[in-house]
């Protein structure tokens, strides 16, 4: 998929029994790498990487949940043997440093035994900017979902890493003991929307979206 980007290309790669949206963002000429949500299946990512010769910056991790950091342990170690610098590994808000802590105890849970708790660099605070890849990714903090749940937009190439806050018709789940679906909601409209109805969400799940497409729709949204 291309971005809205000179150089740059856009690839989701569908891991774990869940069909996580791994998101892998390159730079053509310098085959530097942003990986977000590296949830699983690290054999596959290591895979494509080498096929393609690119070279990991950073992985960045939307929540805490394990499709989506449960294969950065795995994907680090792997990393090692290909390349000369470690990536940065950027988590969300500190908030979810306890799910991140208990992705072995969640996969148990699932019949999973291939995933791994996940350590971070450091964490991430809302409306700070992260800057790989000649980008700048803008952290909005948007808990509900999770407590610690972020959203990585790039507001100059018109798209968003959105994690499990928005899909297509619907947002992330809440059913969770520390969900809340007041507070998601209410962070979609007023972190969200705002951004513009052009802005792309590449979703934890499913098919891309826009937020004028959810707006207009969305019936979680017309409350």
Not at 37 to 58: M, P, Q
Not at 141 to 162: I, L, N, Q, Y
């Amino acid at each position: 998929m291309h971005v809205n980007y000179p150089d740059m290309q856009l690839r989701i790669v569908p891991v774990t029994p869940f069909r996580q949206n791994c998101s892998v963002l390159w730079n053509e000429k310098t085959r530097k790498v942003v990986i977000v949500d590296a949830g699983g299946d690290a054999n596959v990512l290591l895979d494509f990487l080498k096929k393609n010769i690119l070279e990991v910056e950073a992985i960045l991790l939307t929540h805490g949940h394990l499709d989506h950091a449960g294969g950065v342990a795995a994907l680090c170690r792997g990393l090692e043997n290909t390349q000369v610098t470690r990536p940065d590994v950027i988590g969300p808000n500190i908030h979810d440093q306890f799910l991140l802590q208990s992705i072995v105890e969640q996969a148990r849970h699932f019949g999973l035994s291939d995933l791994e708790n996940a350590d971070v660099d450091r964490f991430t605070q809302d409306g700070e900017s992260l800057n790989y890849l000649g980008c700048t990714f803008r952290v909005v903090h948007v808990p509900g979902h999770t407590p610690g749940h972020v959203v990585f937009v790039d507001e100059k190439a018109r798209f968003a890493f959105g994690g499990d806050v928005l899909f297509r018709g619907t947002i992330g789940r809440t059913d969770f003991a520390y969900g809340n679906s007041q507070q998601l909601i209410q962070g979609i409209k007023e972190k969200l929307l705002p951004l513009g109805d052009d802005i792309v969400i590449v979703p934890g799940h499913g098919g891309l979206t826009t937020l004028g497409a959810e707006r207009a729709s969305n019936p979680f949204l017309q409350r």
